[in-house]
């Protein structure tokens, strides 16, 4: 059974670096079917897709998010990365990773997700 | 502001049905496969219809939905208190590369 776990600090300071890691298990990354993804939910509101990784093809981002995000992996551990640069008090969020087919485009396994919040 | 628009709430009775709509665009919904997702309240969101129809294992039929064109629908029938959460359709946007999200329906069970 495939299973997802995000980790990292739940607090990070104004216009610092965010940085998430999520482990994947029962599953490879270098699936050539599946995307990889991060997504995130603001206290009390919807999803928001911030990008993803596919092994055969590199990375995708949210635009809205203006390159501050990078995706990255290490294959030899099964561990998707992500770093948000620059963050501000609206960057306070729930991040899940997710996988997506490439094809079918379903996310079908989430991680339980972590709560990052944006303080001094 | 969500690419595909979702009525922000919905509400019927236990044992009734109801619908909730998913609009999008030629890009997204038009030329892709619609996902529907449950998210109880403090939990992760839970994949509920892929493929636009087809229901995961454990799914039980009083979940189904339909895409016609550039819009999406779920139907919920024989609602019960369980049900009571977050609905969210999603798919892939072909011309930008990216997956987008309804903003998410709120279903109360009366």
């Known amino acids: 059974q495939l299973q997802l776990q995000e980790s990292g600090p739940g607090l990070v300071k104004p216009s610092e670096t965010l940085s998430l890691t999520c482990t994947v298990s029962g599953g490879s990354i270098s699936s050539n079917s599946y995307y990889w993804e991060w997504i995130r939910q603001p206290p009390g509101k919807g999803l928001e897709w911030i990008g993803n990784f596919y092994f055969r093809g590199g990375t995708y981002y949210n635009p809205s998010l203006k390159s501050r995000a990078t995706i990255s992996v290490d294959t030899s551990k099964n561990q998707l990365f992500l770093r948000l640069t620059s963050v501000t008090a609206a960057d306070k969020a729930v991040y899940y990773c997710a996988r997506r087919g490439v094809v079918t485009v379903e996310n079908d396994y989430w991680g339980q997700g972590t709560l990052v919040t944006v303080s001094s | 502001q969500s690419v595909l628009a979702q009525p922000p709430s919905v509400s019927a009775a236990p044992g009734q049905k109801v619908t909730i709509s998913c609009a999008g665009s030629i890009s997204d919904i038009g030329n892709n496969y619609v996902s529907w997702y449950q998210q109880l309240p403090g939990t992760a969101p839970k994949l509920l219809i892929y493929?636009?129809?087809k229901r995961p294992s454990g799914i039980p039929d009083r979940f189904s939905a339909s895409k016609s064109g550039t819009s999406a629908a779920l139907d919920i029938t024989g609602l019960r208190t369980g049900d009571e959460a977050d609905y969210y359709c999603g798919t892939w946007d072909n011309s930008l590369n990216v997956g987008v999200f309804g903003g998410g329906t709120k279903l109360t069970v009366l």
């Open positions: 493929q636009n129809n």
